[in-house]
Nanobody
Framework: VQLQASGGGLVQAGGSLRLSCAAS??????????MGWFRQAPGKEREFVAA??????VAYYSDSVKGRFTVSRDRNTVYLQMNSLKPEDTAVYYC???????????????????WGKGTQVTVSS
């Protein structure tokens, strides 16, 4: 499975960005269940941001982005609409997909199997 993310960039605090990530590959090679986003800021560990389940009807968010970010899915493309951006949202954002074994628990999404290369989001104050 290949993941291609796009939509990162530089924005002022309070602004918006929309990330997208398309998954591709032989359909029989992997059954995509969950699709989601993680981020890693300089000097920090990678953290969960948001994820959506197989049919796009159930979404999960970290507390730090809840109410500001919206994750959605259209088949094998996942989107992250980011509003009211803050300087602390600055990070490299990675999309990821997981099969039926992936799951949400205690503020984190576990079991993602494939990861994209990441796209930089920079929020200036």
């Amino acid at each position: 499975v290949q993941l291609q993310a796009s939509g990162g960039g530089l924005v002022q605090a309070g602004g918006s960005l929309r990330l997208s990530c398309a998954a591709s590959g032989p359909k029989h090679s992997f059954n995509i269940h969950a699709m989601g986003w993680f981020r890693q800021a300089p000097g920090k560990e990678r953290e969960f941001v948001a994820a959506v389940n197989w049919n796009g009807e159930v979404a999960y968010y970290s507390d730090s982005v809840k109410g500001r970010f919206t994750v959605s899915r259209d088949r094998n493309t996942v989107y992250l609409q980011m509003n009211s951006l803050k300087p602390e949202d600055t990070a490299v954002y990675y999309c990821a997909v997981g099969d039926e074994g992936s799951h949400y628990r205690n503020g984190h999404y576990y079991g993602m199997d494939y990861w994209g290369k990441g796209t930089q989001v920079t929020v200036s104050s």
